[in-house]
């Protein structure tokens, strides 16, 4: 499928690409893959290795000032989220100035940008799909979320042998972040018809192949249930929203340096839980429950299947990471103030946040 990336460059009429990636995709060699397909087509292409995790200002200036003294006029994100980012970023850089803050929010753009072609390494951020760059700031560190229409990936080329190279564990919590992109675009107020459908075939792929992916057994097609099923579940959070496990999980890894995907998925069965009070919400999940595979056992409770996922993963739990009880109120304001929670089907506020994380500590130390 890889190969098929100088096809979609002379499609978008690029003379010269910039690659955009980390020095470990590098070294697994998917970046030297990729040049080497581009050379053979005969498409000029040049690579920038120096993304970094949860990508700043910084970071993307060097790869804006790379870029233009390259003088490229296509972009090409490869590996996980912080690598479609870099490219999304320094496509906003290049073509209208500034820095990111300057385009915090949706829609700051005025001038027309670079095509870009996102290529993933995991499965799991659905970045591809989304026309937003998630950016940390350079001193706080907060996230911002800088979207236009116009940083939307012309071409998002899932190649399942390419998230093959995955060490486990980063299979394991990308796939579990994909998840719960699933459920909880499903049920979050913006919910709509088109949002909906991919939600739904997200949640079918990812649910019949996470489990391999968790255990370390899983196969071509495994992979490939994977990639589609969380660039679908991307394309479910572009036509909607997330909702509380993602407000509850920003503030576990600013606080307690905790990965996005294990956050996420320490918080979501307790969210699950807490969404189900709503019946419409509970209609949805009971939907959603005939999807997981059982076994030929009675049908399998989502929180209680989501559980089993984080237990087989062996992720540790929120006591087991640090957290206790007098940081409950801390963690329950950073919550309150993240965007996602406001579009979560039940209304959470501070009590409510509060509620989750103890709900959430009080889980079973390190279930395995
Ligand atoms: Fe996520």
């Known amino acids: 499928m890889l190969e098929k990336l100088p096809e979609f460059i002379k499609e978008i009429d690029g003379s010269k690409a910039l ?25 000029e292409a040049v690579l920038f290795d120096g993304v970094q995790e949860n990508p700043t200002n910084h970071c993307i200036s060097n790869c804006r000032d790379f870029a233009q003294e390259a003088k490229i006029d296509v972009l090409i994100g490869l590996g996980g989220g912080s690598s479609m980012d870099t490219a999304k970023g320094c496509n906003f850089l290049l073509t209208n100035g500034g ?34 760059a998630l950016v940390s700031d350079d001193e706080t560190h907060v996230k911002m979320a800088c979207g236009d229409s116009k940083a939307l990936a012309r071409v998002a080329l899932l190649d399942p042998d390419l998230t093959a190279s995955q060490p486990k564990r980063v299979a394991s919590l990308t796939g579990l972040d994909a998840l719960a992109h699933a459920l ?24 019949r192949s996470i489990h391999t992916v968790i255990t370390g057994t ?3 097609e495994d992979r490939s249930n994977m990639l589609l099923g969380a660039a679908l579940a991307g394309l479910a959070i572009e ?33 699950i839980r807490f969404n189900r009070e709503d019946p419409e919400v509970n209609e949805i999940y009971h939907a959603y429950e005939s999807f997981i595979p059982s076994n030929g056992a009675k049908k399998v409770d989502m929180a209680e299947w989501v559980n089993t996922l984080v237990a087989s993963a062996g992720l540790r739990s929120l006591s087991a990471l640090g957290v206790e009880s007098p940081d409950v109120g801390k963690l329950a304001a950073g919550a309150s103030q993240q965007w996602t929670g406001r579009f979560n089907p039940r209304p959470v506020g501070q009590a409510d946040f509060e509620a989750l994380y103890s709900s959430a500590l009080s889980d079973v130390v390190e279930r395995v």
């Open 99 to 132: 820095e990111m803050k300057d385009y915090h929010g949706y829609g700051k753009a005025t001038r027309p940008m670079l095509p870009f072609i996102a290529i993933p390494t995991t499965s799991g951020t659905g970045s591809e799909c989304q026309s937003y």
């Open 184 to 207: 909880e675009t499903a049920v979050c107020i913006p919910r709509n018809p088109i949002s909906k459908i991919h939600s739904l075939e997200a949640f079918r792929l990812l649910a």
């Open 19 to 43: 690659i955009v990636t980390d020095k470990g995709i590098r070294a697994a060699g998917h970046a030297d893959r990729a040049l080497s397909v581009l050379e053979k087509a005969g498409c």
């Open 218 to 220: 899983s196969l071509p």
């Open 239 to 271: 036509n909607s929203m997330l909702g509380a496990a993602h407000a509850c999980a920003n503030p576990l890894t600013a606080f307690f340096g905790v990965t996005h995907g294990h956050a996420v998925s320490l918080m979501l069965p307790h969210v």
